[in-house]
Every structure is written in C-alpha cells, then in structure tokens.
T-cell receptor
Framework: EDQVTQSPEALRLQEGESSSLNCSYT??????LFWYRQDPGKGPEFLFT???AGEEKEKERLKATLTKKESFLHITAPKPEDSATYLC??????????FGTGTSLTVIP | GAGVSQSPSNKVTEKGKDVELRCDPI?????LYWYRQSLGQGLEFLIY????????KSGLPSDRFSAERTGGSVSTLTIQRTQQEDSAVYLC?????????????FGQGTRLTVV
C-alpha cells in the first residue's frame, strides 16, 4: 500500500535555529514528490517538486532534497513567518496525490 | 483567474440537507481534483477530472457524494443528505495537465459544518 509518513508531527524552533523535516514514502513507481506549505484556514501552497533521487530545490530559507526512500525539507535560519504546516505528497501511477499528515512548525521570535 | 477559487468559504448546514460546493480552477488547467481535510487528518482524495475523460470517482466515500465539471472548467461537488461526519474542509486543486509529475495548485477551501 502506498504510504507517506512525515516526522516530526510538530517542531518548535527558536528564530535562527536551523532544522530539517522528513518525509518518507513507500510507493510503487514514484513520479514526483511535492512539498506544500499550509497556513491555518488556508489551502496548501505549492513549494517544490522533486522528480529523481539526488535532486535538490531551493527557495529562500527552504531547501528540499530527495533520496530513493525519503525527502527532507531543510529550513535554514527560520523566521517566525515560516511557521506553518508543511505537507509532502507523492504521485505514483494513478490519478491522485497521496499526502502525509504534515509537520506543524512553530518558529519562536 | 489568478488562482483556484472556491465558494462558499464557509457553509453551515443542518443534518439531512443537500449542499453544493463550487470550484473555479486556474484558467487553462485541464486537471481538477477534490480533496477533503478533516481536523487532524491528512488530505483525503475524493475525485479527479481530466479534460473530457470520465472522472476518477474512486475516492468518493458514499453515493451521497457526486461531482461534475461543466465545459472542462467549473466544478461542483454535491453532498446529499449531509451527515455530521461530512464536516470537514473541502479543497479543490487544479493542474496544468493531467501528467503525473505536474504539481497541483489548491484553492482556499470550503469549511463545511453539519449541525
């Protein structure tokens, strides 16, 4: 069965304290791994797509990496405005994205 | 439009009533998805539309749920005889194509509360 597991469920960081979020997956035939950010009361906002092991993408303080079994979202020197829930999703063969339950990130000033 | 638009943003309905949720995808996007997000739960796939192909309805939880997409653009998700367990945020997303490595862009969601 295709599964996506994110860890930790919640993470509290001091402003400037770098860390990583993990997304591990078991899917048959990965075609893309997607990272989203979701703020309370809003829909998920697209961040990155990764297609193959070894690929990296960056945006401001965020960097996403991909291996054959997992993806990491590295947050460098986070700011309070980075506080949100970060979701990863995979798209194996078929018509749907499979989402993890997310990591709730809180950055304390 | 600039993004995926959903309406209403909030809906409170009485148990047993029917509701309609609307999604206006990004112009030119051929693929459209409906997902449901319950408190503390991940996103649950409901239905997928791609162009003129028959929709993938494999995620619809019961026959009380249905959806249509008119003219390859606007979509309506209908829930008949609503139950309290239908309370959730209903999210619509669209993709430029149905290709499986294409990202989806989400709307703000409709928060449905069944009382």
């Amino acid at each position: 069965e295709d599964q996506v597991t994110q860890s930790p469920e919640a993470l509290r960081l001091q402003e400037g304290e770098s860390s990583s979020l993990n997304c591990s997956y078991t899917v048959s035939g990965l075609r893309g791994l997607f990272w989203y950010r979701q703020d309370p009361g809003k829909g998920p906002e697209f961040l990155f797509t990764l297609y193959s092991a070894g690929e990296e993408k960056e945006k401001e303080r965020l960097k996403a990496t991909l291996t054959k079994k997992e993806s990491f979202l590295h947050i460098t020197a986070p700011k309070p405005e980075d506080s949100a829930t970060y979701l990863c999703a995979v798209r194996p063969t078929g018509n749907q994205f499979y989402f993890g339950t997310g990591t709730s990130l809180t950055v304390i000033p | 439009g600039a993004g995926v638009s959903q309406s209403p943003s909030n809906k409170v309905t009485e148990k047993g009533k029917d509701v309609e949720l609307r999604c206006d995808p990004i112009s030119g996007h051929t693929a459209l998805y409906w997902y449901r997000q319950s408190l503390g739960q991940g996103l649950e796939f409901l239905i997928y539309f791609q162009g003129n192909s028959a929709p993938d309805k494999s995620g619809l939880p019961s026959d009380r749920f249905s959806a249509e997409r008119t003219g390859g653009s606007v979509s309506t998700l209908t829930i008949q005889r609503t139950q309290q367990e239908d309370s959730a945020v209903y999210l619509c997303a669209s993709s430029r194509t149905g290709s499986i490595n294409t990202e989806a862009f989400f709307g703000q969601g409709t928060r449905l509360t069944v009382v």
